[in-house]
């Protein structure tokens, strides 16, 4: 019996040592912030230095005749692409940093 018992205590501290990974875990997903953490963590912007915006203003210019309407989305999917290959970033919304680009030049003349 001795051994018996010597044979769950491994088993109770092995489920100890669980427990306390598993208590951890309800611990950090008790508070929902927490738990949805990584959530925010893919709504992070991505920054583009200058140059990286010089590389997306070029691309608009280059493929601004595919600007059209009807094919707007298309347009944007595709600057998406090029400028993730030129610069290694995928910005999620190439439409959006070009407007604050412009909204920031317009402050500055």
């Not at 949805?36 to 493929?63: G, M, W």
């Not at 970033?89 to 500055?108: G, W």
Request: proline share 7%; glycine share 4%; aromatic share 4%.
């Amino acid at each position: 019996m001795s051994s018996q018992t010597l044979s769950p205590a491994p088993t109770i501290l092995a489920s100890r040592g669980r427990g306390h990974a598993t208590s951890s875990l309800p611990q950090t997903q008790s508070p929902a912030p927490q738990t949805q953490s990584p959530a925010p963590a893919d709504n992070l912007r991505t920054r583009l230095n200058d140059e990286e915006k010089f590389h997306l203003v070029r691309l608009c210019i280059e493929y601004q005749v595919e600007h059209v309407k009807g094919k707007k989305g298309a347009f944007w999917q595709k600057i998406r692409m090029l400028l993730k290959e030129q610069i290694g970033k995928d910005l999620r919304d190439p439409h959006s940093t070009m407007r604050i680009l412009l909204q920031q030049f317009e402050v500055q003349r």
